[in-house]
């Protein structure tokens, strides 16, 4: 059963550096893409990035210049760095995995709120 | 990016009821289309990818179909547990792009 648990700040003030880390547990990094996804009611679901096993990524053009993703394959986690925060990145963010663009396995979330 | 319309934006039924959401590519994704479910509080929950296979676990209740920029997500008797929302997102060209989504509610 592969399950993913996130873990990060979920309170950030502006100019900050949002940091998320997904732990995989049941299931290996080779073979599957795992990604970050964020939810906001007025924008809804936005793809932020994905990563494969070869650590071979594509970034949504809107954030690229300001995030970073890298895995540890010896700690079965990926993470997240998003510089710079605004309060436009308040949102509940998801770490995802699984098949190219399925998302067959998601985490629990983490609500990120930026506020001074 | 590629745009992601659903309709209807909010959809009231009954259980037992057979409905249909649809969902609008702004260019063809081949059958690059996955559907998801979300109840509340909730992570989304894959049901359907490449536009009509039935993720594993899923009740056949629920099925897909379409290719290119057209798309729908069926679910022919509706039970308790399928009021929710459902999103569709294509996945042929990255940035992926999810629909607003369809909120399911109880008539």
């Known amino acids: 059963q592969v399950q993913l648990q996130q873990r990060g700040a979920g309170l950030l003030k502006p100019s900050e550096t949002l940091s998320l880390t997904c732990v995989v547990s049941?299931?290996?990094?080779?073979?599957?893409?795992w990604s970050w996804i964020r939810q906001t009611p007025g924008k809804g679901l936005e793809c932020i990035g994905e990563?494969?096993?070869?650590?071979?990524?594509n970034l949504n053009p809107s954030l690229q210049s300001r995030v970073t993703m890298f895995l540890d394959t010896s700690k079965n986690e990926f993470s997240l760095k998003l510089t710079s925060v605004t309060a436009a990145d308040t949102a509940m963010y998801y770490c995802?995995?699984?098949?190219?663009?399925?998302?067959?396995?998601w985490g629990q979330g983490v609500l990120v709120t930026v506020s001074s | 990016d590629i745009q992601m319309t659903q309709s209807p934006s909010i959809l009231s039924a009954s259980a037992g009821d057979r409905v249909t959401i649809s969902c609008r590519a702004s260019?063809?994704?081949?059958?690059?289309l996955a559907w998801f479910q979300q109840k509340p509080g909730k992570a989304p929950n894959l049901l359907i990818y490449?536009?009509?296979v039935l993720q594993s676990g899923i009740p056949s209740r629920f099925s897909g179909s379409g290719s290119g920029t057209e798309f729908t997500l069926t679910i022919s008797s509706l039970q308790p547990d399928d009021f929710a929302a459902y999103f569709c997102?294509?996945?042929?060209?990255?940035?992926?792009?999810f629909g607003q989504g369809t909120k399911l509610e109880i008539k």
């Open positions: 995802a995995g699984g098949h190219r663009g399925n998302h067959d396995y």
């Open positions: 049941g299931a290996a990094f080779s073979g599957y893409y």
């Open positions: 990563i494969d096993h070869n650590g071979g990524h």
């Open positions: 260019q063809s994704v081949g059958s690059w």
């Open positions: 490449k536009a009509s």
């Open positions: 997102q294509q996945y042929d060209t990255y940035p992926y792009t």
